[in-house]
């Protein structure tokens, strides 16, 4: 079993223009890429990596750019700069194709990943992302936001936000984690990586997300809280494994409110991959 004795290798990848904080765990053959959102870090997924690694995983759990223990560069924040990140950290470990996971701003990414890097992806897990949302409701939702991290207490306006977020039985403890990673997260990195996200026909909005998505030609696992979105979802995939679910009265932190019952989709999900 997973536990105090098998730490977790814990170094540090420098690639082109930053160093990378990672964990590196597990000796399994096929590796799981876990990937926070926006304002996080890869502590996001300590619900996760255990049980992974027990059901005979490598699990490999890197800081973005900018956020956690990650340097913080002057530019860089599109998806396809942390993509490329990652591609190079793929590389760097010689691990083959890996199961990419992305939560929030992490399902952009993986997703980013899976299409302009394909040979490095064998299947995606997207958790409750927030791309392809219908054009007008992306700048009416996100410019008055974009325009509040340009002032003194954007930060504050981002913890926010991100509590409305979080489920009714997320616990006190976990919702003030949130907010308090936030604060500590650079300001011109929770700006650019929203500036560089709400650019015109970027997957934010339904018109952009709807061609980018489909060349994502792996399976995919989606998981989202708003049932219109799990169904738009579902008309991007290409492979016919894939899977588009809603879950119900559960906030958008779901991998950790509803940990067990996330774990068994994945695991139940990969099983059928390898089976089929």
């Not at 340097?71 to 990419?100: N, W």
């Not at 560089?196 to 061609?211: I, K, M, Q, Y």
């Not at 559960?250 to 989709?265: K, P």
Request: proline share 5%.
């Amino acid at each position: 079993m997973h536990g105090w004795k098998e730490l977790a290798t814990m170094p540090y990848a420098d690639l082109t223009d930053v160093r990378l904080f990672y964990t590196d765990e597990g000796e399994g053959d096929t590796a799981v890429l876990l990937v926070h959102g926006w304002g996080c870090d890869s502590h996001d997924w300590s619900w996760q990596v255990g049980p992974l690694v027990d059901a005979g995983f490598r699990v490999i759990t890197p800081d973005n750019r900018g956020h956690g223990r990650s340097t913080v560069p002057r530019e860089g924040f599109d998806s396809t700069d942390f993509a490329t990140d990652l591609a190079g950290l793929i590389s760097l470990l010689q691990v083959g194709r890996v199961i990419a996971v992305g939560h929030s701003q992490g399902g952009v990414i993986v997703s980013t990943l899976a299409v302009e890097h394909p040979d490095l992806v064998a299947a995606t897990v997207v958790v409750d992302s927030p791309y392809g949302l219908p054009d007008h409701e992306v700048y009416g939702r996100w410019q008055p936001f974009r325009n509040a991290l340009g002032t003194d207490n954007g930060l504050e306006h981002a913890a926010g936000a991100f509590a409305a977020a979080e489920g009714k039985q997320m616990p006190d403890a976990l919702r003030k984690w949130h907010q308090r990673r936030v604060l500590g997260t650079a300001p011109e990195v929770m700006r650019s990586t929203l500036e560089a996200f709400l650019r015109e026909g970027s997957v934010a909005t339904r018109s952009g997300a709807d061609e980018y998505l489909r060349r994502r030609r792996c399976p995919v696992l989606a998981v989202h809280t708003h049932p219109a979105q799990a169904a738009w979802e579902a008309t991007t995939f290409a492979d016919p494994r894939s899977r588009s679910l809603h879950w119900q009265q559960v906030g958008h932190w779901l991998h950790q409110e509803r940990a067990d019952d996330f774990n068994d989709l994945i695991l139940r999900w990969l099983t059928e991959l390898r089976t089929n």
